[in-house]
């Protein structure tokens, strides 16, 4: 019987500030078994892909290729390939959904070839693997989605390529009847939770620059709180509403298979999803143009406040500028007044 393996992603900031510590994370995380590794493009690097999806952008183009030919000439790596690639995928502008799709899977190819050939560094033997060549997807391009049983026997080849050496697997897109198709925005996570599904992993790591997931953005939200326990259906409606610490389709597929969520910064593992949690609410919200919806995920009404009743959550709109204040005024009122299930007096009556 071969043994148990753990899928781990890392996002865009661990990748572009955090390398060292996410090459020692694999290294860490090899001593426990077979490991697949998943990456996203690195911090701000799809955001610059995007924008040369919408006009020939030269100056984006130049600031990716002198980003990534930094890090590959202080590692040894050759990304010229993907370089050229680039260039003539750029040059042949065609701005519909196939070719953007391609434009933008350049972000993870450059960090998936970058990430393989540190740990090479390292002496951890890796390799770089385009999931083009492993994920079969369905759907449509932009928003793609990943079809189980078409990808599953080239899935369980990685699995076994894993006992020799790490795979270094690009997030974010597969193969779209044979074109490269994206998950979507944050669909790195969806790669990672997928493979480690098809793989029945033991676990499935997302790491990047935050601990886990918290009661609100915790950078808009000072007083957030983590979550150290999260129930996977809470988690699955909070990423649908908005909540950005987790692509929405990313839980789906993950029966029985935990989910932690952490920093690679100090490796502090800050939350599990599985079946049970906190029964704290979520406070989550999603930016559509000039206004905001939020959405306070485990609570269905709000008193003093005007909104919709949702099943299992209740949402209101807001201009954009009121954004901040709301959202802590609502964080507050949620916490302090005990209208969610952290509510203070009941653990009062209870001791
Ligand atoms: N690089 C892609 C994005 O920025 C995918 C990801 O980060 O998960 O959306
Ligand atoms: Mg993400």
Redesign the pocket.
């Known amino acids: 019987m071969i043994e148990k393996l753990n899928v781990v992603k890392f996002?865009?900031s661990s990748v572009k500030n955090s390398f060292w510590s996410a090459l020692k994370l694999v290294d860490y995380l090899l001593e426990g078994g077979r490991l697949v590794v998943v990456v996203?493009?690195l911090r701000g690097?799809?955001e610059k892909l995007i924008r040369l999806s919408e006009w020939p952008d030269w100056r984006a183009f130049e600031s990716i290729v002198l980003e990534h030919s930094r890090i590959a000439d202080r590692l040894g790596a050759d990304i010229d390939p993907i370089l050229s690639d680039l260039e003539k995928a750029v040059a042949r502008r065609r701005y519909d959904p196939v070719w953007r799709d391609y434009i933008l899977s350049f972000?993870?190819r450059f960090s998936a070839v970058l990430f393989a050939k540190a740990l090479e560094n390292e002496g951890i033997s890796a390799f770089p693997v385009d999931a083009t060549e492993v994920l079969r997807l369905r759907g449509n391009f932009g928003n793609a989605e990943i079809d189980f049983s078409a990808s599953l026997p080239h899935v369980r080849k990685l699995g076994e390529l894993a006992e020799r050496s790490v795979p270094v697997v690009t997030?974010?897109i597969g193969n779209l009847n044979g074109k490269t198709a994206t998950l979507g925005?944050?669909?790195?996570?969806y790669t990672a939770s997928a493979i480690g599904a098809m793989l029945d992993a033991r676990a499935v790591l997302i790491m990047s620059d935050v601990k886990g997931i918290y009661t609100a953005d915790p950078r808009l939200v000072p007083d957030a709180r983590l979550f150290h326990f999260l129930a996977r259906d809470r988690a699955v409606l909070a990423a649908r509403l908005g909540m950005k610490a987790l692509?929405p389709r990313t839980i789906e597929p993950l029966r029985g298979i935990p989910l932690i969520l952490g920093k690679t910064e100090d490796w502090c593992l800050g939350t599990l999803v599985s079946e049970f949690g906190d029964d704290w609410p979520i406070v989550v919200h999603r930016v559509e143009g000039e206004i905001v919806r939020i959405a306070v995920v485990g609570v269905e009404e709000l008193p003093g406040w005007e909104g919709r009743r949702g099943e299992g959550y209740f949402s209101l709109t807001v201009e954009r500028e009121e954004l901040v204040p709301v959202l802590r005024e609502i964080h507050e009122v949620v916490f302090d007044e005990g209208t969610g299930s952290c509510n203070y007096s009941q653990l009062r009556a209870w001791v």
């Open positions: 996002g865009g996203s493009a690097v799809t972000g993870e997030g974010f925005r944050g669909g790195s996570d692509h």
